[in-house]
């Protein structure tokens, strides 16, 4: 075990690479994304409905008793989807919970663990035929692909069967990147180099049309999303067909909720909500741009540029994956993510306040 000294400074690292790739929405996305540190028996790890931008300024790293949580694990035990009955309470000063994600970090052999819901990613693990576009330019590297599996006991479950293997570098289908190393500078190194290769040219987009997209918004309950980048979703035909086959990803589903609301011909916010019978966080007007609920959280507007990001990299041909209706009911129906969910709504009503 680390001196007491060397790893509190491994863990400022660990903090300070958290926040560099918090701050890149290219590979995380408001709360999403976790990272790790293993000291002896105990797993640091980001805290959960927190930001890694924010890794710096706040106390966002909670210590987990990791044996018990392993065994749990292996037992297939509930427990481990409480991952916060595993906290070391008298090191855990911001009282907060753990990642949902923990289970996955704690099954990881390697020290340093970084999750990340990197577009390039993500673009390429809700494909079907994912194994065979990233395995040549993961060559050389210690890989393995995961298919979809919800977030926490069940990923882990997943991930568990490739523990002979001992990869550094996790595909995640229809979530994510996973990499690991022994130190923390390897870990940023890997992480570096495993979206260098997976780097894919975005499809240019059409600009919105701000005048339209202000007179839609004019007396509803409808503001312009948080980043330009957003409307792409929208303004490029081939984002908005592959926008309308469903959800691709767990973050999308959590924050902006099912699938993509897309208004059709002639409708305005007023006619949309009609149709649904409900407010939907986020409304993607074809050619114009897209609408966001007054109240939707900054993890919501992280979202919806996500949304723009991955479909910008994905082609029209591509023989694509959403999850299933079954899928969204275990995201929806989780308590962990309800947890989660309660957090950004708190934040963002102080941030009003």
């Not at 694990?73 to 916060?84: G, K, L, M, S």
């Not at 298919?147 to 293997?165: F, K, N």
């Amino acid at each position: 075990m680390p001196e007491a000294a060397g790893w509190q400074a491994e863990l400022e690292q660990l903090k300070a690479v958290s926040a560099r790739i918090g701050g890149d929405p290219l590979l995380t996305q408001g709360a999403g994304g976790n990272t790790s540190l293993k000291v002896g028996g105990t797993l640091w790890i980001k805290a959960s409905g927190t930001w890694l931008a924010h890794a710096l300024e706040r106390d966002i790293m909670v210590p987990v008793e990791m044996a018990p949580l392993i065994a749990a694990v292996e037992a297939i035990d509930p427990a481990a989807e409480q991952a916060h009955q595993f906290t070391i309470a008298a090191l855990n000063s911001s009282g907060l919970r753990p990642s949902i994600e923990t289970t996955v970090h704690a099954l990881m052999p390697q020290r340093v663990v970084l999750h990340v819901h990197c577009v390039d990613t993500i673009a390429q693990a809700v494909r079907d035929d994912c194994v065979q576009q990233v395995g040549p330019r993961l060559a050389g590297l210690n890989w393995a692909c995961v298919p979809y599996a919800r977030p926490g006991l069940p990923l882990a479950l997943a991930i568990s069967e490739h523990r002979g293997q001992r990869p550094d570098v996790l595909i995640l289908g229809n979530h994510g990147l996973v990499v690991a190393a022994d130190t923390v500078a390897g870990a940023e190194a890997l992480l570096e180099d495993v979206k260098a290769r997976l780097r894919v040219a975005p499809r240019s987009a059409p600009a919105l049309d701000a005048a339209r997209l202000a007179q839609l918004a004019d007396g509803t309950n409808y503001r312009l999303p948080s980043a330009d980048a957003a409307h792409a979703a929208a303004t490029d035909p081939v984002s908005l067909d592959l926008a309308a086959k469903g959800s691709l990803y767990p973050d999308h589903v959590i924050f902006l909720g099912t699938g993509s609301v897309i208004a059709r011909d002639g409708e305005d916010v007023a006619a949309v909500v009609a149709r649904l019978g409900t407010s939907p966080v986020s409304i993607l007007f074809p050619g114009t741009g897209i609408l966001m609920r007054r109240d939707a959280t900054p993890g919501a507007d992280a979202m919806a540029r996500c949304l723009a990001d991955v479909l910008a990299r994905v082609p029209d041909n591509a023989p694509v994956r959403v999850l299933t209706p079954q899928e969204h009911l275990q995201l929806t129906d989780w308590d962990a993510e309800k947890y989660r969910q309660d957090l950004a709504r708190k934040a963002a009503a102080k941030k009003i306040a």
